[in-house]
């Protein structure tokens, strides 16, 4: 949804507005796929709850002994057969089973094992519910929804790291020098932008039931010319993300840019442009 404003003297200003993305046809199909499974649920619960506890047993076997996380392929294993994750194994002076040699040798069984398991995701105990191949697992946990978020505040030098919700309470307790409009179509005003050197601007907006970060870089470059970049965040999920739209205008000098994208989560980071 969109807001004209009327016109007034000219002046730089970034206008922001989300919108909810169209809803796909595909949910249906998704609908009575999980109508299916649910009729015949109930004749295959015993089954499926001996072959979960067979494949969780089995992926325990891959259980580092330092970190308890997975041992993945390639899979080395000590003079008498125990194995340590690759981010151990060079902390290590000695196996940490049987004090001997750490070793080098290659568990090839262990490896082609491990090509028909699937693997929790890390983040399981955070509320994860995925099961990997140890293939796909790295890339997952890597913007796993279910991982600790650091703080989006660009500039900060923030350290903080917290679930998901607690994001926007560190925001307001922390940095309230971020200021929060409501609405659909906000007017960002960025002042002082001849300031030297590298300069953020940060404001949040609310509406459709999420807050979103928008944030105005300037950088300099070495030739002396200056760059601006903008960006809209969901504090939220990527698959959240997914569900808007946001719209940014540029407007001064009697020109005007404008520039239509889908936000980007806060757990992809504006480093990441």
């Not at 200003?13 to 109508?35: D, F, G, R």
């Not at 969780?56 to 993945?72: G, H, Q």
Request: glycine fraction near 6%.
């Amino acid at each position: 949804m969109e807001k004209k404003h009327p016109p007034s003297k000219p002046r730089n200003h970034l206008s922001a507005a989300c919108l909810p993305a169209p809803v796909h046809s595909s949910s249906s199909s998704i609908e009575s796929k999980y109508n299916i499974a649910g009729s015949h649920g109930s004749n295959h619960a015993g089954s499926s709850g001996t072959a979960s506890n067979a494949a969780a047993d089995l992926a325990s076997l891959f259980e580092c002994p330092v970190c308890f996380d997975y041992v993945l392929p390639p899979i080395l294993q000590c003079q008498n057969g125990h194995l340590v994750c690759a981010a151990c194994r060079h902390k290590l002076t000695c196996c940490p089973s049987c004090r001997g040699p750490i070793g080098n040798i290659r568990n090839l069984a262990m490896e082609k094992v491990a090509t028909t398991v699937f693997f929790p995701c890390k983040y399981c105990q955070n509320g994860c519910k995925q099961q990997l191949m140890h293939t796909e697992k790295a890339d997952h946990e890597e913007l796993c929804e279910f991982r600790p978020y650091s703080c989006p505040c660009p500039g900060a030098q923030c350290k903080w790291f917290g679930s998901l919700d607690q994001v926007m309470p560190h925001l307001m307790a922390i940095h309230k020098s971020i200021t929060t409009l409501q609405g659909e179509d906000i007017v960002f005003l960025a002042t002082d932008i001849n300031l030297p050197g590298a300069v953020d601007w940060v404001m949040m907006q609310s509406c459709f039931g999420h807050h979103f970060m928008l944030v105005l870089e300037k950088q300099e470059k070495v030739d002396g010319h200056q760059q601006f970049y903008a960006i809209v965040q969901l504090i939220g999920s990527r698959k959240q993300a997914e569900n808007f739209i946001y719209r940014l205008e540029l407007n001064g000098n009697r020109r005007r840019l404008t520039w239509e994208a889908t936000p980007r989560s806060i757990l992809e980071g504006v480093t990441q442009l």
